[in-house]
């Protein structure tokens, strides 16, 4: 038996002091990491390649933000060794229900074939995930994040762990105490994901 089961408060102040939760491989026990190194995407910093930026010129996509949250992280769950459980589907549904989650969604022709998702508090934003079913989907979800937080005033795009993908992106890691005294200030700002 669990000696706890996720839920929204428990959510916040896990984020808030800088730690995010992954089932462990079995997906009984729920692990709380609070990684040092820790990998940010500075929000003037997002590095658009030539093949990307080509990406958004030619239009392929549309992109929309919070209409498709659950279909998003179904989408990242659909990896073969996926984290994403139905726990964890359920609970940040939650969390996106009362304006602490939100996604963005990349479509072609009426198909979801992108996108990324996160936890929202004060400035900060908190990455979870991403998927893609078309070339640079999740990439241009990404970018489209980027401009979104940096249109609502968030100043900290949180993600987790440094990978050779996310670097290529902009990513960099700090230290856990510069993280936490950014993300210390981000908690204080008021923004919002929809800019207004």
């Known amino acids: 038996m669990k000696p706890y089961t996720l839920n929204p408060e428990l959510l916040y102040a896990a984020y808030s002091q800088g730690y995010f939760p992954m089932p462990d491989q079995e997906g ?42 659950q279909d998003v992280m179904l989408g990242c769950a659909s990896h073969p060794e996926t984290w994403i459980s139905q726990e964890f589907v359920d609970v940040y549904g939650q969390m996106f229900a009362v304006g602490l989650a939100h996604s963005v969604e990349i479509w072609h022709r009426d198909i979801l074939v992108g996108g990324t998702y996160g936890v929202s508090l004060g400035g900060a934003f908190f990455a979870e995930s991403k998927f893609h079913r078309m070339t640079d989907a999740s990439k241009v979800a990404l970018y489209y994040l980027v401009e979104r937080l940096k249109e609502g005033g968030y100043t900290l795009l949180e993600c987790q762990f440094l990978t050779e993908h996310l670097k290529s992106l902009g990513a960099v890691e700090i230290s856990d105490s510069q993280y936490i005294h950014q993300l210390k200030e981000a908690l204080m700002i008021h923004s919002r994901f929809d800019g207004l």
């Open 28 to 69: 009984e026990d729920i692990l709380w990491f609070r990684p040092d190194p820790r990998a940010i995407i500075p929000l003037d910093g997002f590095h658009v390649s030539r093949s990307l930026r080509k990406t958004l010129r030619k239009q392929l996509f549309q992109v929309t933000f919070d209409q498709s949250f």
